[in-house]
């Protein structure tokens, strides 16, 4: 997955739109549209490992189940609904993660910059 999002800002590359899904809706009450963000890939947010930046396409918050097809095709994670409780609930064990969770669905463009 890792090398499938470095390809994202591969200057080489056309840029491609993709998705983003985190759990809870503080994600989508942050973001504000056309916002540049930092890419990071690392689980310590004190340590970032910047990838590269996007801007900020869309935001939106809704009940995992109200995932739709689309957004699951673009998302730089699971493919499926599914899935994507299984990696939430993997990396959220304190939290209580279900189906019917809220989660913050963002959509981003990567910004590419040639040396």
Avoid at 68 to 78: D, F, S, V, Y
């Amino acid at each position: 997955m890792i090398k499938g999002l470095r390809d994202l800002f591969d200057p080489r590359i056309p840029p491609k739109v993709f998705v983003t899904i985190r759990l809870g809706p503080k994600w989508a009450d942050k973001l504000h549209l056309e916002q540049g963000i930092k890419i990071s890939i690392s689980d310590d947010p004190s340590k970032p490992k910047v990838i590269g930046y996007a801007r900020v396409l869309s935001i939106s918050k809704k009940l995992m189940t109200n995932i739709t097809n689309q957004e699951l095709r673009k998302n730089i994670g699971a493919k499926n609904i599914l899935q994507i409780y299984n990696d939430m609930a993997a990396v959220y064990k304190k939290k209580k993660v279900s189906l019917f969770s809220v989660v913050s669905v963002i959509e981003l463009e990567p910004e590419i910059f040639s040396p």
